[in-house]
Each structure stands twice: as C-alpha cells, then as structure tokens.
C-alpha cells in the first residue's frame, strides 16, 4: 500500500472514530447440496433458525447473547419475530445492553430475511436517559439472511451505515463507551461472531443442546 493510501485510510478511520462516516461490512457462508430436494429442505431448517434469536445464544465459544423481546419490551420465547419486536446483544464478558428494534422482515421462496435498527431501551424507568442503548446510531442496520441459489444456501449478515454512536444527545453518557466498543472490542470480534452466526445458518455448526 502506498503513502498516499495509507495516508487517506488514517483520515478516514479518523473521521470513523469521530462519528463522521461510517462503514459498511458482510459477513457470509455458503453450503453446497447434492440435489434440489436436500437444499430445499435445509432452506427450511435454516428460515427456522434465522428466525429463532433466542438459539443464537447458544453457539459453540465465545458467543454473543441474544434475547428476543416482544414490542413492549417483555422478553419472549416465540421463535419468530415481528416488525416492533427487540433484541438485547450483550457482548461477551460485558454487562452494557445494546438494543435493537427490527424494522422489516422478507419471506419468498427462496429468501428469508429481517432487518434491524439499534434503539433505546424498550420502557426505560422514568429517571434513565432516553438515548439510543446501541454502540452504533439509529441510521445503522444489520440485515440477516438466508437464500437457495440452485443448490447452494447462503447465510449472510449485512452491515450498513454503521456510525459510531458518539456525538450529541442520541450517545447521551455513553459516547466514549460507544467508541470503545465499536473499535475496540466489537471491531476486534464482529468477524468472529457473524462467521460463527452464518456458518450456523447453513448448518456447518450448531447450537448447544440444553
């Protein structure tokens, strides 16, 4: 890499630390069947565990947890889940909450998909900041997919706009947590985490048995 690259790529991780721009990442796996019948079949069992965010908890390692919760904020159990409904990611020895609200889901024939937006708590108490309760802002979104192609399946997450929540009233208290989560401790171990979700979705590694 030249001078010049180098040079430009520090401005832009400058701006990226000061909430200025963000990025945008995917993290993906495939797994190819022999016949259409047997990838139809793991499109279905991967719909169900796309869907089912209280199992990704479970994964093998150091892991996320994930908590689905209903549009009122009360955790659930259901194995699907609705525009309205949150998620809770608690990072891996961390106790900062980071809520997301899922904004849209996509179902045909061959893709199923939802989408979510970091939020603030849902019914926060009454003397709690109403802030944003995610290291990114609310413009970010992580879409995660499953597609056939032919016979191969595709698990995907997909990472857009994704500013570091650290500047104005939307950061509230937490603007320096926020970018030391995002490039620090996140930044170190997103890869880790969305290889090790995708490669679930298309069956190379399961969920613990509890």
Same mark, same amino acid.
């Given at each position: 890499? !030249?001078?010049?690259? $180098? ?42 565990? =796309?869907?089912?965010?209280?199992? *990704?908890?479970?994964?093998? !390692? ?20 609705? $525009?309205?409904?949150?998620?809770? $990611?608690?990072?891996? @020895?961390?106790?900062?909450?980071? *809520? ?25 108490? @009454? ?25 191969? =399946?595709? @698990?995907?997450? $997909? !990472? ?16 320096? =947590? ?9 930044? !170190?171990?997103?890869?880790?985490? *969305? ?5 679930? =979705?298309?069956?190379?590694?399961? @969920?613990?048995?509890?």
């Amino acid at each position: 890499m !030249g001078i010049k690259k $180098i040079v430009n790529k520090v401005k832009e991780e400058v701006k990226v630390l000061r909430g200025e721009e963000s990025k945008d990442k995917r993290y993906r796996n495939e797994q190819d069947y022999p016949d259409v019948a047997s990838a139809q079949a793991a499109f279905e069992e991967s719909k169900k565990k =796309l869907f089912n965010v209280n199992l *990704w908890s479970q994964l093998e !390692g150091i892991n996320s947890t994930f908590e689905l919760h209903d549009a009122r904020g009360q955790k659930t159990t259901a194995e699907m889940p609705d $525009i309205g409904y949150f998620v809770k $990611i608690t990072l891996p @020895a961390s106790n900062v909450e980071n *809520w997301v609200n899922v904004s849209g889901i996509r179902i045909e024939d061959k893709l199923a998909e939802f989408t979510v937006h970091p939020s603030e708590k849902p019914n926060p108490p @009454a003397d709690e900041e109403a802030v944003t309760k995610h290291f990114f802002t609310k413009e970010a979104s992580s879409t995660f997919r499953v597609e056939l192609q032919g016979t191969t =399946l595709i @698990a995907s997450e $997909i !990472g857009r706009d994704e500013y570091i929540n650290n500047k104005g009233e939307e950061s509230g208290a937490r603007s320096m =947590l926020n970018t030391l989560i995002a490039e620090g401790g996140w930044a !170190g171990f997103q890869g880790l985490q *969305w290889d090790k979700l995708t490669s679930y =979705l298309v069956h190379q590694k399961e @969920a613990k048995v509890e």
